[in-house]
């Protein structure tokens, strides 16, 4: 079984910084690839950037390329968002996801396996 446990959410500025960090317990996290969603109010789940097992390859959705950084650290079974210039359309619940590596659509929620219980992140205009 793979636990993700999301921590680092917040109330923050418009402009300001974030780092969400995503703690995975369970089997080898390395061959994991890890993923960063989101759900505003009322809105559906959204895809916000992944990272492969190895770390070699992110991808980011539109709204937050050039302002979030996904990374990973596979000695600490940890993955990392880090985001920049906030805006108040950034609020949302963040999750972090799990699969097992090579699996395709990740743009898409279902593709993820495992999911934390999510961390809130609050931009205030």
């Known amino acids: 079984q793979v636990q993700p446990v999301e921590s680092g959410g917040g109330l923050v500025q418009a402009g300001g910084s974030l780092r969400l960090s995503c703690a995975v317990s369970g089997r080898p996290f390395s061959t994991y690839d890890m993923g960063w969603f989101r759900q505003a109010p009322g809105k559906d789940r959204d895809f916000v950037a992944y990272i492969r097992w190895s770390g070699s390859s992110t991808y980011y959705a539109d709204s937050v390329k050039g302002r979030f950084t996904i990374s990973r650290d596979n000695a600490k079974n940890t993955v990392y968002l880090q985001m920049n210039s906030l805006k108040p359309e950034d609020t949302a619940v963040y999750y972090c996801?799990?699969?097992?590596?090579?699996?395709?659509?990740?743009?898409?929620?279902?593709?993820?396996?495992?999911w934390g219980q999510g961390t809130q992140v609050t931009v205030s205009s």
């Open positions: 996801a799990a699969t097992k590596s090579g699996s395709s659509r990740l743009f898409t929620s279902d593709a993820w396996g495992y």
